[in-house]
């Protein structure tokens, strides 16, 4: 029966979403829309109006995949109709914004959550009017408590007429609460999580502290059964159960469980911006945490630097790396892990803490695939940390991993190996074990059996297309500044790519691409990163087909470009600051109609002949 109830009233709350019309901006009210919303509500979603929301989608999807911008269009105005089942909605504010307000945390085995919708409206009496058919509005009871009844489907639902707000509800002790006054959510939510959700196109807050006091015990027993998942060898991946990848996971996920212990509210958003789809998520902490005494040492910055990085290539990263947050998770930035108690680990943490004590500043990299590229650091003491960093690859021995490949032997080290426009550069030559990598990151099949021995050829096979068998790396500095890392093939071609670097020669910045995905992310973030869509998808799509193609009925052509798409930044930011932290996504609209160009004609084709 709860089922029945809940579906019913979240189809109510999704008509309500899908019909009411609103323009760009939030409610221009010196009230912010939020006074309304119960200050302990503790899960709020919000959405800016259909309309609005509406059009911006199909814009959206016209920009990227014009052939199915009508079908989805039609698909959205069955989906209304449909809906409303003859109802009508009338009285709704043009801009008014719609809120989905759980003031309670919903519980296990309850019916139906302690919720309500509200709706802005311009006029209480025909909204409720509209949404009754005849006979339901025939049965409207008003109680001098300050609400109304009626019954809606054999389900009892409470209307309260609130300060030019419509608030729907099906439980009785939420209207009351309505009728009140009481603090609203805008004097309790931190200005700018409160600005983001209501400029959203689609938003849900979610008060972690609440979530906490009501799931505290399952979420402390979700955390063992993860770590003893991790400690029995399950998703582990590269390198099996060992204690380096133990402490590597232990690396990420305690800080993990830490900053949600700290936390005090989470942010996730959706945007459909005419160029693209924007996603955010950003999460608060307490100021006295243990969570926030890594988030002061954090600094945002624009990075203008990387638009110097060359171009041409298919993933660039950007970041400022706090010296705090180098000696603290080192290992998980190199992708090494060893045994923790070996002499080896303990001469990699402390080339990592000398690494650190020479205060690196912003790190730039532009890679392909395989491999190969440049990057560079920025420190106040780069000797050092060049010095510094020819001890850690000395610290490396065959059978531990480096870049989350492991390696076959120790690696080649010459020191001092080339002198090149003031740059002393030492020289590496890494081999990949890529058997061992792929049978300890394959995980055992449904009863414990093992991958195909074919299958796990293929894997290497197109491995090595993706990591190649090895990486030569040539690394140092010209004793100012400057330290740079360049992976090639051979010499020649690391001093060409140097070259074009220090001559800010065919820079990523001149790329038209860049500058689109730029705009769309954070002005300031911490780290930046950007794929070539089109590009890295080829190179995928193209490691699937081998990989698969003997054992799935891949039709031939399904995963080959049709054409070669042009560049596409797909971008995502992290930013780190005081009492905050966040997360954005950047999906451009010219990278879908890229794919769309690549895979599509052979995508329908598949599917109108059943594949």
């Not at 439980?171 to 309505?178: T, Y």
């Not at 290497?460 to 140092?476: A, R």
């Not at 020669?505 to 691409?513: D, R, S, W």
């Given at each position: ?6 579906t ?5 709350a999704?008509?309500?979403i ?5 323009t760009?901006?939030p409610?221009?009210d010196?009230?912010?829309?939020l006074?309304?919303?119960?200050a302990?509500?503790p899960?709020?979603?919000q959405?800016h109006?259909?309309?609005?929301t ?17 079908l989805a269009?039609?698909k959205?105005?069955?989906g209304?109709k449909?809906?409303?089942e003859?109802?009508?909605l009338?009285?709704?504010a ?6 989905i ?7 296990k085995g309850?019916?139906?959550?302690k ?20 006979d ?5 009871k ?20 609130g300060?030019?707000y419509a ?10 609460q ?9 004097k309790?939510?931190d200005?700018?999580l ?8 689609l ?6 502290v609440?979530?906490?006091k009501?799931?505290?015990e399952q ?17 582990i ?8 990848n ?5 690396l990420v996920m305690?800080?993990?469980?830490q900053?949600f212990?700290d936390?005090?509210?989470f942010?996730?958003?959706i945007?459909?911006?005419?160029e693209?789809?924007?996603v955010?998520?950003?999460a608060t ?22 638009a ?7 993933t ?6 706090a ?6 998770f ?5 992708g090494?892990?060893?045994d ?8 990699l943490?402390?080339?990592v803490n000398q ?8 790190s730039?990299k ?7 590229g ?7 003491d780069?000797?050092?940390?060049s ?11 065959g059978?531990?991993?480096y870049?989350?490949v492991v ?11 080339k002198k090149?426009?003031?740059y002393?550069?030492h020289?590496?030559?890494?081999t990949w ?6 049978a300890?990151?394959l995980?055992?099949?449904?009863g ?12 290497v ?7 190649g068998?090895?990486?030569k790396?040539?690394?140092g500095?010209d004793?100012k ?5 360049i992976?090639?093939?051979d010499?020649?071609?690391?001093q ?11 820079t990523l ?11 769309h992310?954070p002005?300031e973030a ?9 590009a ?12 698969l193609?003997g054992f799935?009925p891949i039709?031939?052509?399904l995963l080959?470009?049709a ?14 600051q005081?009492?905050r ?9 010219s990278?879908v109609s ?6 599509g004609?052979?995508a ?8």
């Amino acid at each position: 029966m709860w089922r029945i109830r809940w579906t019913g009233w979240s189809a109510l709350a999704l008509t309500l979403i899908l019909v009411v019309p609103a323009t760009a901006a939030p409610v221009a009210d010196d009230e912010s829309p939020l006074a309304q919303v119960p200050a302990g509500s503790p899960i709020v979603v919000q959405i800016h109006g259909f309309e609005r929301t509406k059009e911006r989608l199909i814009t959206l999807i016209k920009n990227a995949v014009p052939d199915l911008a009508k079908l989805a269009e039609d698909k959205i105005e069955e989906g209304i109709k449909e809906g409303l089942e003859g109802r009508e909605l009338k009285g709704l504010a043009k801009d008014g914004p719609i809120f989905i307000v759980f003031t309670e945390m919903p519980k296990k085995g309850e019916d139906v959550p302690k919720m309500a919708v509200l709706v802005k409206v311009t006029k209480y009496a025909d909204f409720r009017d509209g949404i009754l058919t005849d006979d339901e509005r025939k049965g409207i009871k008003a109680d001098p408590a300050g609400y109304e009844e009626a019954v809606i489907k054999n389900e009892t639902a409470y209307f309260v007429d609130g300060k030019g707000y419509a608030i729907v509800t099906p439980h009785k002790d939420v209207a009351a609460q309505f009728t009140k006054k009481q603090p609203g959510l805008d004097k309790k939510l931190d200005k700018v999580l409160a600005k983001k959700l209501l400029d959203s196109d689609l938003g849900v807050y979610v008060d972690t502290v609440a979530v906490r006091k009501e799931y505290g015990e399952q979420i402390k027993e979700f955390r063992k059964e993860i770590q003893k998942m991790f400690e029995d060898g399950g998703g582990i991946g590269i390198g099996g159960a060992n204690k380096g990848n133990l402490e590597m996971v232990k690396l990420v996920m305690d800080p993990a469980f830490q900053a949600f212990e700290d936390s005090n509210a989470f942010l996730f958003t959706i945007e459909f911006r005419p160029e693209g789809l924007a996603v955010h998520a950003q999460a608060t902490v307490a100021p006295e945490s243990k969570t926030n005494v890594l988030l002061k040492a954090a600094k945002p910055t624009a990075m203008t630097e990387m638009a110097g990085l060359p171009g041409g290539r298919i993933t660039y990263t950007a970041s400022h790396l706090a010296p705090e947050y180098l000696k603290k998770f080192g290992p998980f930035v190199y992708g090494i892990t060893n045994d923790p108690d070996s002499k080896e680990a303990k001469a990699l943490l402390d080339a990592v803490n000398q690494i650190a004590k020479s205060n690196p500043k912003v790190s730039l990299k532009a890679a392909n695939v395989p491999p190969g590229g440049i990057e560079s650091w920025t420190y106040e003491d780069p000797v050092v940390a060049s010095t510094s960093q020819l001890r850690l690859f000395e610290s490396l021995k065959g059978g531990e991993t480096y870049s989350n490949v492991v390696l076959k032997d120790k690696p080649e080290i010459k020191a001092s190996a080339k002198k090149h426009r003031g740059y002393d550069l030492h020289y590496i030559n890494l081999t990949w074990d890529l058997e061992a990598t792929v049978a300890k990151s394959l995980p055992p099949m449904p009863g414990g059996v093992a991958f195909p021995p074919e299958f796990q050829t293929k894997m290497v096979g197109g491995m090595k297309k993706l990591m190649g068998e090895g990486s030569k790396v040539w690394f140092g500095t010209d004793g100012k500044n400057g330290f740079v890392s360049i992976t090639a093939d051979d010499w020649e071609s690391a001093q060409k790519l140097l070259d074009n670097y220090l001559d800010k020669k065919g820079t990523l910045g001149e790329e038209k691409a860049y500058a689109e995905a730029r705009k769309h992310l954070p002005a300031e973030a911490t780290l930046i990163s950007l794929i070539d869509v089109p590009a890295y998808a080829a190179i995928m799509t193209e490691y699937a087909q081998n990989l698969l193609g003997g054992f799935l009925p891949i039709p031939a052509d399904l995963l080959t470009p049709a054409v070669k798409g042009k560049t596409s930044f797909l971008g995502f930011s992290v930013t780190l600051q005081p009492e905050r932290g966040s997360v954005d996504f950047w999906l451009p609209a010219s990278a879908v109609s890229e794919l769309y160009k690549m895979y599509g004609d052979a995508a329908k084709k598949a599917i109108g002949g059943g594949s």
